[in-house]
């Protein structure tokens, strides 16, 4: 930290901005809660992508220190809507922000997510549409019938 000018209690303050904001996502209604996912697990899960992608040794380090934190009894029953938020997340942590590569494998895990959620949300939408192939007909369609 103090190579790259910054001091610890700016760290700590932003640490603690991210653990609110974590920490916030307990607070939801039951039913949001049973569709969002474990903080701990998204985190692990998105360690072993950062690992798989080759990331660097500060961004896998990064995301342990946040993961010890969310392993805390506080953070317990923590909860996000998906991983994508919990990248999102990570890239505006003062760590990411300072470090340009840590930024940089966290972008690419975020653009890997984002794939993922439009080849998923583009198989949704066409099984949608076969299971309903009723789309209702213009008024033009029933004129023509009763000529």
């Known amino acids: 930290l103090r190579r790259a000018g ?3 209690s700016v760290v700590r303050s932003h640490e603690r901005i991210l653990m609110v904001r974590i920490l916030r996502l307990i607070g939801r209604r039951r ?6 996912m474990d903080v701990k697990e998204g985190l692990t899960q ?13 961004t896998v380090k990064m995301v342990d220190m946040i993961l010890e934190r969310a392993s805390l009894p506080a953070a317990s029953g923590a ?11 990570l890239m505006r942590n003062s760590v990411s922000n300072s470090n340009e ?3 940089n494998d966290l972008v690419k895990v975020e653009a890997q997510l984002e794939e993922k959620a439009d080849e998923f949300r ?17 008024k033009k369609f029933y004129k023509a019938q009763k000529k």
Do not use: W
């Open 101 to 103: 590569h840590v930024y």
């Open 122 to 138: 583009a198989l949704r939408d066409e099984e949608e549409r076969i299971a309903n192939p009723k789309n209702p007909k213009p």
């Open 31 to 36: 039913e949001e809660r049973d569709i969002l």
């Open 79 to 89: 909860q996000a809507t998906s991983m994508l938020q919990l990248v999102r997340m």
């Open 46 to 58: 998105i360690r072993a992508r950062l690992v798989e992608n080759g990331a660097r040794r500060d």
């Open 6 to 8: 910054i001091r610890r």
